[in-house]
């Protein structure tokens, strides 16, 4: 959602797309903690050290880092999915909302 959008679209919707990124966001921490050893294992790095004094270290920073934006992105599509599917939205009704920014004209404010 564009910053010109959002300020026209109703509280309760802004709300709406808030939860689902908060929700990914928050179901994501558990998978990316469960990857977060097997990597360090990968790359011999020992999780006790602080990660700038070696260069698996720095590896395993970016490898987590990406790891946790995959697992987030990858959270918050299955929640859409989910929000779609007990909303009953069809896919192209999901992809306008959620992709291609075309909402429902309910959902905006009255002017």
Not at 13 to 28: P, R, T
Not at 36 to 58: E, K, T
Request: aromatic share 14%; net charge positive.
């Amino acid at each position: 959602m564009d910053a010109s959008t959002y300020q026209l679209v109703k509280l309760r919707y802004k709300f709406f797309f808030a939860g689902i990124i908060i929700l990914g966001i928050v179901i994501s921490i558990y998978p990316t903690m469960q990857i977060s050893p097997w990597l360090a294992n990968a790359l011999n790095y020992d999780m006790q050290q602080p990660a700038r004094d070696s260069l698996s270290g720095i590896f395993w920073s970016l490898g987590f880092l990406v790891t946790g934006l995959v697992n987030i992105a990858l959270c918050s599509s299955i929640v859409i999915v989910l929000v779609s599917k007990i909303n009953g939205w069809n896919l192209n009704q999901a992809m306008d909302i959620f992709v291609r920014n075309k909402y429902p004209r309910h959902w905006f404010k009255e002017l």
